[in-house]
């Protein structure tokens, strides 16, 4: 695998050949479909790749950690694109479903914690409209494929993967959870916007990102149709739930999965011309991170991703207050540097930890005003290969030298470590004053 970086994938964190070090300091992994069931439902069961979570479940137990377990993290079995179209395909969803059961029948008795998708709504522009991700689907004006339809299978990969959550979630809640005693949810990728300005445009613009990007898949799972900014602007090109869909969206999620990064701004781009982005087109949204020439926030290695705190407050206040208050857990959250700075630079990482210190600060804020937050990790526990960026980021609390797969604690592993066991409380840190 290689990204548009021209960074191949081959030796990063090797998560694979190191797992037994790896499981003293991990709770959160996916399992990977195509080890499992290499050709699908047709196919028989990898009993390896079961031989070797079970291994990595029992070694967490172990040490007192519970697993926290995705079931799709981007990939699926390559005879699945030819047989079904991939997501294209409604024969998907029954894929999914055996999938999802192999998982619950070999691996629930000891998981409590699953996960069906990993950010579907970034994972279905990344691979059906910006044509970036494998298959690699898009048309013009968002890119240059071989095929794909930008302004319609995003939308339809979409609505097959929520059929597919809805039916492992049916599932596991008639025939696991009650003997099993876990809970299973979806995790959504989520900015905040803020408005621009405060014309009644930027405020609406702002709102339709919102619903263009989180309750694009939220809605469906919790209210059994899409939101309506999306079923005005996107007309035909939206798929319809027929009422069997919507009987079978009445199994809802246990909890939502946010896995937030940064805040931005929304211009609108309806009443004002834009130099708009293609993939944000459909929302008639762009999203801005200057504000009359300051900031939204600190920037970050990250493309577009900035430093602002107040944002995980504002979206963990909006998911609660519009889905019921259900249980949440930050599934992601976290800073990337430079992978040309210094080592000595990337391990003493004080920029990281001013980041986790503002971010959990707010968390602490939001859960004192009210918020059902459950839970908290941090992307990521080792630099590792990143979609899209390859190796020219990192994330980690753990530096890795990918030649030697050597693992060096960074400033922010030990901080975290600290706020962990009590050592460090965030309502009262301090900010430190360097910069990495």
């Known amino acids: 695998m290689s990204s548009p970086t021209r960074s191949l994938g081959k030796s990063t964190m090797d998560a694979t050949g190191t797992w037994r070090t790896t499981t003293t300091i991990v709770t959160w992994f996916s399992i990977s479909w195509a080890r499992v069931l290499p050709r699908g439902r047709l196919g028989g069961v990898n009993s390896a790749a079961i031989a070797f979570y079970n291994r990595l479940i029992a070694a967490l137990l172990e040490k007192g950690i519970e697993p926290f377990v995705t079931l799709h993290h981007f990939d699926l079995p390559h005879e699945l694109e030819t047989r079904h179209g991939g997501w294209l395909g409604a024969g998907i969803r029954e894929e999914f479903g055996y999938y999802a059961d192999v998982c619950f029948k070999a691996f629930g008795d000891r998981v409590k914690f699953w996960t069906t998708l990993n950010e579907p709504n970034l994972f279905t522009k990344f691979a059906y409209m910006l044509g970036q991700y494998p298959p690699k689907h898009c048309s013009p004006p968002f890119g240059t494929c071989n095929s794909g339809d930008s302004r319609r299978e995003p939308y339809v990969a979409a609505h097959n993967m929520i059929m597919s959550h809805a039916a492992a979630v049916d599932n596991y809640k008639r025939n696991y959870q009650a003997t099993q005693g876990g809970s299973i949810g979806i995790v959504i990728a989520m900015k905040w916007y803020e408005p621009l300005t405060n014309s009644?445009?930027?405020?609406?613009?702002?709102?339709?990102?919102?619903?263009?990007?989180?309750d694009w898949f939220l809605d469906p799972i919790f209210f059994g149709d899409y939101p309506r900014e999306m079923r005005e602007m996107l007309s035909s090109n939206l798929p319809t739930f027929t009422s069997e869909e919507k009987r079978l969206l009445q199994s809802k999620a246990d909890f939502i999965g946010v896995n937030h990064y940064t805040a931005i701004y929304a211009k609108d781009c309806i009443a004002s011309p834009c130099n708009i982005k293609s993939y944000e087109g459909n929302a008639l949204v762009q999203a801005v991170g200057e504000r009359d020439g300051v900031a939204i926030g600190r920037p970050t290695a990250f493309p577009g991703y900035y430093d602002v705190p107040e944002g995980m407050e504002l979206i963990v206040k909006y998911v609660n207050q519009r889905y019921e208050n259900a249980p949440v857990y930050v599934t992601e959250n976290g800073f990337s540097q430079f992978s040309d700075n210094s080592m000595e630079d990337l391990i003493n990482d004080v920029g990281r930890v001013n980041y986790l210190q503002g971010y959990l600060t707010c968390i602490s804020s939001a859960v004192r005003r009210g918020a059902n937050v459950r839970g908290y990790f941090v992307w990521s526990l080792m630099d590792n290969f990143e979609w899209g960026f390859g190796f020219t980021v990192r994330f980690g609390l753990y530096y890795?030298?990918?030649?030697?797969?050597?693992?060096?604690?960074?400033?922010?592993?030990?901080?975290?470590?600290?706020?962990?066991?009590?050592?460090?409380?965030?309502?009262?840190?301090?900010?430190?004053?360097a910069d990495s």
């Open 200 to 214: 009644t445009e930027d405020i609406l613009a702002a709102r339709r990102a919102l619903a263009f990007e989180v």
């Open 400 to 433: 890795v030298d990918f030649e030697t797969q050597e693992r060096t604690p960074k400033m922010s592993g030990k901080w975290y470590r600290d706020f962990l066991t009590g050592s460090v409380l965030v309502d009262q840190a301090q900010t430190l004053r």
